[in-house]
């Protein structure tokens, strides 16, 4: 059993390792999500800080925010990385990578430098298995960015279905997103204590994708 910090990106490939990991009788200590100061939302993501707050406090799992203007992103993971490690005893971090070499070597490589194991439960598996795993599990979630030369605007705020899947097969994209065509936001999943409450706001484009914006709607 390990007492394991998650890489937590709020998209479908964390949240099937964290599941993995939480089934396999393995503790989560703490989830640890990269927060863009400028913008005070995920990076890669983009889900905002109020949603972050949600998530943690819906998984039942402590909150580590890695704040970073980007320059200092490496230094920062690993300051965290190290504090997780004398404030929760942590022997390992996990993360949700399957396939793309280079980032398995910037994971490994910050967990070195904080003195604790790299583990990837998804690694070499099968891409569209695991989305389908992700689906037939019970899990909940929307996409949230699209690349624009991939895929269309249209695939924004829609849940992730087989159906979904099928249809962004179709684009020729990869059905998983693992080449970076789309990223997604779970709010919802056996592991959840209740669903995120979040609306839609609008679509954001810049030259090359498509963001849907979105926002707490907890009091609303």
């Known amino acids: ?115 604790v194991e790299a583990n990837f439960p998804l690694w070499q598996e099968n891409r569209e298995e695991l989305v389908y795993e992700f689906i037939d599990s019970g899990f909940k979630t929307v996409i949230k960015n699209v690349k624009l030369e991939c895929m269309g605007e249209d695939f924004l705020g829609k849940v992730l279905t087989r159906e979904v899947v099928k249809d962004i097969k179709e684009t020729g994209s990869d059905a998983c997103g693992e080449n970076g065509e789309y990223h997604t936001f779970v709010y919802d999943g056996p592991i959840f204590k209740y669903p995120i409450k979040f609306q839609h706001l609008n679509i954001i484009k810049n030259e090359t994708h498509g963001f849907l914006d979105v926002k707490d709607s907890e009091n609303e």
């Open 1 to 115: 059993m390990k007492n394991f910090v998650m890489s937590y990106s709020c998209g479908k490939d964390s949240t099937l390792a964290l599941y993995r990991m939480i089934k396999a009788s393995n503790t989560p200590a703490a989830l640890l999500i990269t927060v863009n100061k400028g913008e005070n939302r995920s990076w890669f993501h983009g889900v905002p800080r109020e949603l972050i707050v949600d998530i943690s406090k819906s998984l039942n799992i402590p909150l580590i925010l890695v704040e970073t203007s980007g320059d200092d992103y490496e230094i920062k993971f690993t300051e965290k990385l190290l504090k997780a490690k004398e404030n929760f005893k942590i022997d390992s971090c996990v993360f949700g990578d399957i396939d793309l070499e280079p980032h398995r070597e910037w994971c490994t490589a910050r967990c070195n430098e904080a003195g």
